[in-house]
Each structure stands twice: as C-alpha cells, then as structure tokens.
C-alpha cells in the first residue's frame, strides 16, 4: 500500500515536469486546443484522481 501511495503522489509531478519537454508543441490540436495545453490540462485531471484515489485507499484503511 506504501508504494501505491508513493507512485500516486509522484505520478503527477513527473507528468508534469517530465511530459512538458515532450509535449511542447502547438501542434496536433487536440480538442480545439494546443496540445501543450491539452497535455497540461490532462495532468490537472490526472492529478485530481490520483488524490482521490489516495483518500479512498486511506478512508478504507480507517474503517477497519
């Protein structure tokens, strides 16, 4: 369970700070957007269920 939380903790951050010298490009559009852009809005989503993920794996933990 440690590591799951650990690679869902730095899963965003290497999207991030990894994936922006790969995705640095205007083109291909993706969903009328530049895709640096859809690359950077998908890393907030990504973000957003990796802490979610976290809190139903610690809310379980709790229960029992």
Known sequence: MR???IFLTLLPFAWTIGGVAFANR???FVLGLPFLMF???SGILLS???????YKI???RQKH
Do not use: E, G, Q, Y
């Open 3 to 5: 590591v799951l939380k």
């Open 39 to 41: 690359w950077i809005l």
């Open 26 to 28: 205007i083109r291909p």
């Open 58 to 60: 610690d809310s379980s």
């Open 48 to 54: 957003f269920l990796c802490l979610m993920a976290m």
